[in-house]
RNA sequence: GGCCCCUUAGUCUAGCCUGGUCCAGGACACAUGGUUCUCAGCCAUGAAGCACGGGUUCGAAUCCCGUAGGGGCUACCA
């Protein structure tokens, strides 16, 4: 029987790379064995799910390239795929348990849960979570308080004695007390249910065979496997993946780093670079090749060969594999993702002639701009300080060599690498070294010190530019 | 606090199941050198690790126990 797999993100903020991290492996996953990838809308959270970050996922995951066969946008078989719309189902799930005693209404107010809460802190109590206060409330009277319209929830009835145990496909099997759970919310007193009653029921309606998800949800399993045996289900094969996590280890997040992927998107990183990092992040090829595509990840993921250790995600790694990814590019492929990126046209021509300049120059699309902006600029800064990288010059033998330059410049047909023989003469002749005479060129034509190469630069920029930027900069120095 | 998960260099990892071929291999970052008009790229070289303590064994990164450290959960959030 083909897997079925399933991603559920909640639409309560900007699309999270950890969400693309588990959608990734759970894709994998169906695609080698001919599977479904599902994707459902958690949003029984009303007071902070938004149809905005529901579109902002679906745009987010499109973007990366993880689609799926199943869905809000794109119906299915189980439709509908959002949970705000599947509450009748919810409902008809908690009568069943309720009619069987396997869960119960609870009429306890907040307040009063508060107390409870802080009683046990207070306390310095092992246990801390719901006290059964309405467990045990006789049948009827509950029917009767209901049926009155009085304000509930509705629990799952833990049994007092025993322990849940359950195998995870990483890890040993693991076993949780039935006196460390508490009696776990299904249905909110707005008639909407949790996370957990929602997630069991959708994933049996649906036919979900594997639960890849985050290792987060590794103590609350137990309470999930009781619903399943509850109804008379067979739960699915559960597999923990580790957590995405920060520098310090704790559980990756926006305050220390960068979590959304429209941030990643706007930045300039290809959509292969971040998957392929992110399939990095526990996982690796058994040769331990570092930059693979999609179908070699397909075809050697399996879920049991994930790391447990929650990696850190680490920047660095990522700039330099999107380089990897930016520096084998077609040049064509290049400059339309650089105009893409920029968000206006640029001359196509000269564009064609800056790409192989910076290509190998960036880390992401976004560097375009810190790269070529001295092509784009009308005028470029200049510094006396600047001015200074070429060493071993005063500002007269800088200001002579501008306007040596200058000189040869304007008596060329073209500007380009052509000149270089003759401007290494002149330096030899004035007796400065190559380098800090070179310098003081690319200060002039270039504002910067570290630049593509400078006479293809100059190439680009054409014999005009050129003149006027050196006869810009020999002024600039001259004047004290 | 309680419960649960995790532990190979600064970071990502291979090796661990089936102990010896590992005085632990690869990658990022870092350092040095080379190429060179700068930067980048590329090439070469280098520094850096099996958390700790016991045990089992002729032999342990690999098996067992303990300790320490990190993380997650502990909501009518997911």
Redesign the pocket.
């Known amino acids: 029987m083909p897997p079925r797999v399933r991603i559920?993100?909640?639409p309560?903020g900007a699309p999270h790379v950890g969400t693309a991290y588990v959608a990734q492996f759970n894709r994998a996953f169906a695609r080698k064995h001919g599977g479904a990838f599902v994707l459902r809308i958690?949003d029984?959270?009303r007071?902070?799910s938004t149809k905005e970050s529901e579109e902002a996922i679906y745009a987010a995951l499109r973007w990366l390239g993880l689609d799926w066969d199943e869905g809000p946008d794109v119906g299915g078989p189980h439709a509908p795929y959002r949970q705000s719309e599947r509450s009748e189902i919810y409902r008809e799930h908690t009568a069943a348990l309720v009619e069987k005693g396997a869960a119960y209404r609870?009429f306890?107010?907040?307040e009063r849960?508060a107390e409870v809460?802080e009683r046990q802190k207070a306390e310095?109590?092992?246990?801390?979570?719901?006290d059964g206060h309405c467990r045990d409330l006789d049948a009827s009277e509950s029917a009767r308080r209901a049926a009155a319209g009085e304000?509930?929830?509705v629990r799952l009835r833990i049994p007092s004695e025993g322990a849940t145990r359950f195998e995870?496909l990483?890890?040993?099997?693991?076993?949780?007390?039935h006196k460390?759970m508490?009696d776990?919310?299904l249905l909110?007193?707005?008639g909407?249910?949790?996370?957990?009653l929602?997630?069991v029921v959708d994933d049996h309606l649906m036919g979900i065979t594997h639960v890849l998800r985050a290792?987060?949800?590794?103590?609350?399993t137990p309470k999930h496997l009781l619903l399943y045996r509850a109804f008379g289900w067979e739960p699915p094969v559960f597999c923990?993946l580790?957590?995405l996590?920060n520098?310090?280890?704790?559980?990756i997040s926006k305050r220390k780093n960068p979590v959304s992927l429209e941030w990643y998107r706007d930045e300039g990183y290809r959509p292969e670079a971040l998957r392929n990092f992110l399939a990095?992040?526990?996982?690796?090829p058994?040769d331990?090749t570092?930059v693979f595509d999609e179908a070699r990840f397909v075809a050697e993921f399996e879920p049991e060969?994930v790391?447990?250790?929650?990696?850190?995600?680490?920047l660095?790694?990522l700039?330099?594999?999107n380089?990897?990814y930016i520096?084998a590019m077609p040049e064509d492929d290049l400059a339309n993702a650089i105009v893409a990126h920029v968000g206006k046209d640029l001359d196509r021509e000269e564009l064609a002639r800056i790409v192989p300049l910076v290509q190998?120059?960036?880390?992401r699309f976004a560097d375009f701009e810190s790269v070529a902006d001295f092509f784009y600029a009308d005028e470029v800064p200049l510094a006396k300080e600047e001015f200074a990288?070429a060493k071993k010059m005063t500002d007269a033998d800088r200001v002579e060599a501008l306007k040596a330059a200058l000189a040869l410049v304007e008596a060329a047909d073209e500007v380009g690498?052509d000149l270089?023989p003759a401007l290494?003469e002149v330096a030899t002749e004035r007796g400065w070294k190559?380098?800090p005479f070179?310098?003081c060129?690319?200060i002039a034509i270039t504002g910067?010190?570290?630049?593509?190469?400078?006479?293809?630069s100059m190439a680009v920029l054409g014999k005009d530019r050129c003149v006027a930027r050196l006869r810009r900069a020999a002024t600039f120095l001259a004047e004290e």
């Open positions: 559920a993100p909640s309560t958690e029984t959270d007071t902070r609870c306890c107010t907040p849960l809460r310095k109590s092992s246990f801390f979570g719901y304000t509930h929830v995870d990483l890890r040993k099997p693991i076993e949780i007390a460390e508490d776990q919310v909110k007193s707005d909407f249910p949790t996370y957990h929602a997630n290792e987060e949800w590794i103590p609350s923990h580790p957590l996590r520098k310090d280890k704790s559980k990095l992040m526990g996982w690796s058994k331990e570092e060969d790391k447990t250790t929650g990696p850190v995600f680490d660095e790694k700039d330099w594999l380089g990897e520096r190998e120059r960036m880390k990288a690498v270089e290494k190559i380098g070179f310098m060129l690319r910067k010190r570290a630049t593509p190469p400078l006479l293809e």
